[in-house]
């Protein structure tokens, strides 16, 4: 059982908790146990449906109702497996018995070539990069290298950032570029990359979203938004279908980030009277990652001029009776390399 031991979660086993084991073993997919037999399956999708629909992440696993987990059998053959992971797109397929004791797991990679990957849904979006800034909070690296160029893994940014939308078959991008603008340009364009790539300038500062407005007309569906300094490890079809399915006019992809309070929390009721102590309670919130979807009309709302930031985007859509949305994804699945420390401490430790 030590092949599998760190997917293994119990019936008691909280959301949030659930949501960091992801984390720490990098996966999306977990196995519930009871009473050491096979209880059911949990996906990072099912966490991330319980929380659109507010459910309380400190509530337990089973308050999910995933009505069927497919699994393997004793009785199967290795093709029949192999046919289920591959239909599942599953990281995983556990291998049960007739007593549900989990007697063997599949992985991916047992059947599939090391360095192929899950096929991922294809998607005709465009993705517009954010690259203009002057990289001030990542001083004195971008003295030198511009802030879209810092390299990360084996790629710069903007390769990298460019890579994972590719990923869903995406291959048009719009890289809004200032600071050092010649010298992205030169480096990108000798890179011979397979895609369709347009710069686009801001003669002046315009904000985190002001720039866009020199787009109106590009757009005929949703597109992304991504700022150059920051990663998402989440599933980009199931943004769009969020966005999609709820008619929304911009979606925020919000990271799910948990706070520990130093100090115990006095619940108290009429007149003063302790109801209870939590003692150092966890509050649960989500974040700005910096990645958005966005309707094509929105731009109209943009100005022509001056500084206009995404944050005023969304205050001007929703008094204009629009939605905006918050798609969640668990904090290991965002990266911000934004700061210098950040920056330094992401490198160091991959």
């Known amino acids: 059982m030590s092949k599998f031991s760190h997917l293994l979660i119990s019936k008691k086993t909280t959301l949030i908790e659930s949501m960091r084991r992801m984390d720490d073993v990098k996966g999306k997919l977990l196995i519930i146990q009871n009473n050491n037999k096979f209880y059911s399956l949990i996906s990072i999708g099912d966490i991330q449906r319980a929380i659109i629909n507010n459910i309380d992440l400190s509530s337990p696993v089973t308050s999910i109702d995933r009505t069927t987990s497919i699994v393997g059998y004793k009785t199967d053959s290795r093709d029949e497996i192999k046919d289920k992971l591959y239909n599942l797109r599953a990281e995983f397929l556990p291998v049960i018995d007739s007593k549900k004791n989990i007697i063997d797991l599949f992985f991916w990679i047992d059947f599939f ?55 869903y078959s995406i291959n048009r991008f719009h890289v809004s570029v200032n600071h050092k603008s010649d010298l992205i340009k030169f480096y990108i364009k000798n890179l011979k990359l397979p895609y369709n790539i347009n710069f686009f300038s801001e ?148």
């Not at 969304?314 to 990266?335: I, T």
Request: proline residues 5%.
């Open 113 to 167: 070539p090391k360095n192929s990957s899950n096929p991922k849904k294809k998607l005709s979006n465009e993705v517009v990069i954010m690259a203009g800034g002057l990289g001030t909070r990542v001083k004195p690296l971008t003295n030198v290298i511009p802030k879209a160029m810092l390299p990360v893994n084996d790629k710069s940014f903007l390769e990298e950032i460019m890579f994972r939308f590719s990923e």
């Open 203 to 350: 003669d002046s500062p315009r904000g985190t979203i002001g720039g866009v407005k020199s787009l109106k007309g590009k757009f005929n569906s949703p597109f992304f938004v991504s700022n150059c300094d920051i990663l998402i490890d989440s599933d980009y079809s199931e943004i769009v279908k969020f966005h999609e399915e709820n008619n929304f006019d911009i979606t925020i992809v919000g990271a799910v980030l948990s706070d520990k309070s130093e100090y115990g929390k006095l619940n108290t009721g009429k007149n003063g009277e302790m109801i209870s102590i939590e003692e150092k309670p966890i509050s649960n919130h989500k974040i700005n990652t910096g990645v958005y979807l966005l309707e094509p009309n929105v731009i109209d709302l943009i100005p022509a001029s001056g500084i206009f930031h995404i944050t005023d985007l969304m205050e001007l859509v929703k008094k204009n009776d629009g939605k905006v949305g918050v798609f969640p994804v668990s904090s290991g699945s965002w990266k911000d390399f934004g700061t210098l420390k950040s920056y330094l401490n992401h490198i160091l430790v991959n």
